[in-house]
């Protein structure tokens, strides 16, 4: 079990080390709704905070990976308004930013990669919003 996270942890520094070309050069809410990213390549990601809360990348909303094998928690049955405003937003290292959520939930890390997964996913999923699957 131990081994297994040190593997899964080992994995994640190897991904960052990778996209660490890519940076963001700019961070900022839009009408409270939206998060803006400006890239160092140039690039502009705007991504809505709903968005961004659903897919929540910590393993209270996600699941846990672990070999493979994902333990997906079920959807909270409770939606508040609060839990789609942000409160803070702060830069963890050199990778990712934290976001604390007006409801108090702040264990989500959202690397640069997986933002960019978001903003490609947003992109694709826009006609489907309310996928039952997702
Ligand atoms: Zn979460």
Redesign the pocket.
């Known amino acids: 079990m131990i081994l297994n996270l040190i593997l899964v942890k080992l994995n994640f520094v190897i991904k960052v080390k990778i996209n660490v070309s890519m940076n963001p050069v700019q961070i900022k809410l839009l009408d409270k709704e939206k998060l803006f990213i400006k890239w160092d390549d140039d690039h502009e990601s705007i991504l809505s905070l709903k968005y961004l809360r659903d897919e ?1 990348p ?1 393993a ?3 699941g846990e990976t672990v070999l493979l094998k994902t333990f997906r928690p079920p959807k909270p049955v409770i939606v508040t308004p609060e839990m789609y405003i942000v409160k803070n937003i702060e830069t963890i290292g050199e990778y990712a930013i934290q976001i604390t959520w007006k409801d108090g ?1 702040k ?2 890390i959202y690397s640069w990669d997986y933002l960019n997964q978001l903003e490609m996913e947003q992109g694709k999923n826009n006609d489907q919003k309310n996928n039952p699957l997702l």
Request: glycine fraction near 12%; include cysteine; charge should be positive.
């Open positions: 929540c910590c209270l909303c996600k939930h264990t989500g």
